[in-house]
C-alpha cells in the first residue's frame, strides 16, 4: 500500500513539474491594464522589485523589445502565462558607456 502511494505521488509530482516547464516565453502574452480587471487573474510575482536584488542591479535591456522579451521569459520561468503593467524606461546613466539601455518591470500573471 504504501509502495502504490509513492509511486502515485511521484507520479503526479512530474505531471505537475512537466505542466509548468512547458510554458515558453512567446507563450507569456503582454495585456494593457484596460484589458483585465483585479480578479481576473492571479499574481506570480512583481518582476525585478520583489527582492532584495533591485537596490544593487537590475537588469537592463538595449531596446525595449529586449527587456519584454526578458520579462516573458522570466514570467514563463515562474509559470506565469501573462505579463501586466509593463513599462520600459530608458536611462543614459554613469555607466550606459554613451548608448542607451533600458530597464523594463511588469507583475507576471496567471490568466484562467
Request: proline content about 4%.
Amino acid at each position: 500500500m504504501e509502495k502504490r502511494i509513492a509511486a502515485m505521488s511521484a507520479a503526479i509530482s512530474a505531471a505537475v513539474l512537466a505542466g509548468c516547464s512547458t510554458l515558453k516565453a512567446e507563450d507569456v502574452k503582454v495585456y494593457t491594464p484596460a484589458q483585465l480587471r483585479q480578479g481576473e487573474y492571479e499574481t506570480v510575482a512583481r518582476l525585478w522589485v520583489e527582492t532584495w536584488r533591485p537596490r544593487f542591479w537590475v537588469p537592463t535591456y538595449s531596446s525595449p523589445k529586449d527587456g519584454i522579451e526578458g520579462l516573458q521569459d522570466k514570467a514563463a520561468a515562474l509559470g506565469a502565462n501573462g505579463l501586466i503593467n509593463v513599462d520600459c524606461y530608458g536611462d543614459k546613466g554613469l555607466f550606459s558607456f554613451g548608448s542607451e539601455s533600458f530597464t523594463c518591470y511588469g507583475k507576471a500573471i496567471k490568466v484562467p
